[in-house]
């Protein structure tokens, strides 16, 4: 007997698997291993894919589009190419949660060469998407764009406030990652106000979130890696089985 076809499920699942494995390496600084994954042909936005596959492609796609803002990544082609396919998927997309991420990859996109009233525009977009979902990792990370693209550098009660409003929510969401990120924002925006002692206080805590975040990180791939596996042996023996049949 043939070999039974991967279900629909199992390949939405090998997938989502992929995906997060890319998210590790981008969470953990590997940016090289991250886009390579990234650009795998799996993650092609093909129009003829359905839910949930195509959310799962929409965001290795905006990933992607982060990635390639850093320097030793820079492509102009592709990034245009590939947010041309992304706006043409978003503009309606039912996804909220997913219309919070595209804005917020509007904004590090276009703070680099469109006006501020824009880039202004795709952060509130942002921040109301996040509140209407009440996806409180959403609104963190949409306060530490709004302040890194706003504010950072700046002398002033906003630009403080900012910081702080982005530590304080990281700090409600409890994802190590983003409360480094956040922390470290707060340390940088203190020391331009001249609180020294507060700025190490935050820069070391910082320091601390993103320890744990790569251990956390490193625990949660092992558990991708082994869930892999056993799935691999499930599927493996299911089709030794029906050869003996």
Same mark, same amino acid.
């Given at each position: ?16 698997? +992929?995906?997060?494995?890319?998210? #590790?390496?981008? &969470? *953990?600084?590997?940016? @090289? ?7 795998? $042909? ?10 949930? !596959? +195509?959310?799962?492609?929409? %965001?290795? &796609?905006?990933?992607? %589009? ?15 190419? %590939? ?16 219309? @919070?991420?595209?804005?917020? *990859? ?6 680099? =060469?469109?006006?501020?009233?824009? *880039? ?22 949409? %306060? ?29 969401? &409890? ?14 925006? #203190?020391?331009? /106000?001249? =609180? &020294?002692?507060?700025? @190490? $206080? /935050? ?27 056993? !799935? ?14």
């Amino acid at each position: 007997m043939a070999p039974a076809c991967p279900s629909t499920a199992d390949s939405t699942l090998s997938l989502l698997r +992929l995906y997060v494995e890319a998210t #590790y390496h981008q &969470g *953990t600084g590997d940016l @090289t291993r991250a886009l390579q994954i990234y650009e795998d $042909e799996r993650f092609n936005l093909d129009g003829r894919l359905s839910r949930p !596959r +195509l959310d799962i492609c929409l %965001l290795a &796609g905006l990933n992607r %589009l982060w990635v390639l803002q850093h320097p030793s990544h820079r492509n102009q082609r592709t990034q245009t190419d %590939l947010l041309e396919q992304i706006k043409t998927i978003c503009a309606q997309y039912p996804d909220r949660e997913i219309q @919070t991420v595209y804005h917020m *990859t509007l904004v590090v996109i276009r703070s680099s =060469h469109s006006a501020v009233q824009q *880039t202004k525009a795709a952060i509130n977009s942002a921040i109301k998407q996040s509140q209407a979902t009440g996806n409180a990792l959403h609104s963190a990370i949409a %306060l530490c764009v709004l302040h890194s693209f706003m504010f950072e550098g700046l002398v002033s009660a906003q630009a403080l406030k900012s910081s702080q409003a982005a530590s304080v929510q990281a700090q409600r969401v &409890g994802n190590a990652l983003w409360m480094s990120v956040a922390d470290r924002i707060l340390s940088q925006s #203190y020391e331009v /106000h001249g =609180h &020294g002692q507060l700025a @190490t $206080e /935050h820069r070391n805590r910082s320091i601390r979130y993103a320890q744990e975040s790569l251990h956390d990180r490193g625990v949660e791939q092992e558990g991708i890696k082994r869930e892999g596996s056993k !799935r691999e042996g499930i599927q493996q023996g299911s089709i030794k089985q029906e050869g003996l049949e």
